[in-house]
């Protein structure tokens, strides 16, 4: 007896996204008789041309392509269940499966293209000034509100179940949690960019570390003048680089030999007054030559001791514009390991993310255990 039934059948199958949108499904038809036992209805698939159709026949000219599934296997079955009897209604069933495979072309170009190249915006952040941290954090926060829509948007696609957390999702968590990390790290920059003198000492390991070693190891030339000389004076470090000793070298030449004669040695004859003060300073010293002028005229020792206080105060502001110039130094440092470390992070885990969906093919048989087409080729 051949039964064609006059209805459509319409069935509802789980769908596993774990691996959404790389995903396929198996859904899965099972047929048996709810009244009569296999001694009285034998369930048995068609047979054509002396050979049994054990596939799900689908007819090409009812059948229209779908734009986001394919189909990849429909094998059919007659299923024997030995733990029952003939007798018993469970002990036979024919089961028509569907393979289906999604096409993953439509979310690749309208959803992770996108996510993609707006996440890896807020890596570029670090390419800022290290004492932007206000743009960079714009940045960061803007990427991160565009990362949210497109999860919003991801959960308007997917069946609502907690059972597993689908690809995708993973993949907009993971950058979100990335951009998050950038954010912060943002912070830590800016806490390190904008410190001075009158908040922060720099100790000499952090210098080390960040002027010396990092540099090396980042494949550049250490941020520390070689001949930059660290002291300290009733336990308050003093830093005076090379050029600061240059200005106090060339203080004392200038000191010990007076401007007339550097300059004007052919005519010192002409001007009294400048001899008579030279020939009585005793140049041997720095201070026989204070002590000289002192004798010579009150008015010489005040220039002098204002030239030196203008001289003291000029190298103290350059000693804080040098460590203030050491603390953005460092934030730079922090900026380039952490943009080697945001980028490695980022490609690896977009990599990683997205290796696993290309691997989560459709198998060549479609039962475990069985090399066999149930379809024609």
């Known amino acids: 007896m051949y039964w064609l039934p006059p209805a459509i059948y319409r069935s509802t199958c789980a769908i596993e996204i774990t691996y959404f949108p790389f995903d396929y499904q198996n859904c899965t038809l099972a047929f048996r008789s709810q009244t009569y036992s296999a001694k009285e209805v034998d369930l048995i698939l068609a047979v054509e041309n002396d050979k049994t159709v054990e596939w799900v026949d689908i007819d090409p000219e009812a059948f229209t392509e779908n734009g986001e599934w394919a189909i990849v296997h429909r094998p059919a079955r007659k299923m024997i269940n030995k733990r029952y009897s003939p ?3 469970e002990y036979q069933e024919i089961l028509f499966n569907l393979i289906i495979q999604r096409k993953p072309l439509f979310y690749i170009i309208n959803v992770i293209l996108p996510c993609s190249l707006i996440s890896s915006l807020v ?14 954090l714009t940045v960061a926060i803007s990427v991160l509100l565009a990362q949210t829509v497109f999860l919003f948007l991801i959960a308007q696609k997917v ?13 907009l968590i993971f950058v979100m949690c990335v951009t998050t990390l950038i954010a912060t790290n943002q912070i830590v920059v800016l806490n390190f960019s904008l410190r001075s003198p009158s ?5 000499h390991t952090i210098k080390h570390v960040f002027l010396e070693m990092v540099p090396r190891f980042l494949g550049m030339s250490p941020l520390v003048d070689d001949s930059e000389v660290t002291a300290e004076v009733n336990g308050v470090r003093e830093r005076r680089r090379s050029s600061f000793g240059l200005m106090q070298r060339a203080e004392e030449y200038v000191l010990k030999q ?35 002028l002192a004798q010579a005229a ?40 952490c943009f080697w470390a ?7 885990g977009t990599v990683g993310i997205f290796l696993t969906g290309h ?6 048989f479609p039962f475990p255990g069985l090399t066999k087409q149930f379809a024609p080729t």
């Open 298 to 337: 009150p008015e010489i020792k005040q220039c002098v001791d204002a030239c030196n206080f203008i001289a003291e105060s000029t190298r103290h502001q350059n000693s804080i514009g040098s460590e203030i110039e050491s603390w953005v130094l460092i934030g730079k440092m922090i900026d380039k390991v």
């Open 159 to 171: 069946p609502e179940t907690s059972l597993s957390v689908p690809l995708i999702g993973k993949y």
């Open 87 to 89: 007798d018993d209604l």
């Open 258 to 292: 007076p401007r007339s004669e550097m300059m004007f040695d052919k005519q010192r004859e002409r001007h009294g007054l400048t001899r008579s003060i030279v020939d009585n300073v005793d140049v041997s010293s720095t201070a026989n030559l204070y002590k000289s």
């Open 199 to 203: 908040t922060h000492t720099m100790s």
């Open 342 to 348: 945001a980028m490695l992070l980022f490609i690896i």
């Open 359 to 364: 691997f989560n093919q459709v198998p060549a």
């Open 123 to 136: 890596v570029l952040a670090y390419f800022l000034p290290a004492q932007a941290g206000g743009q960079k």
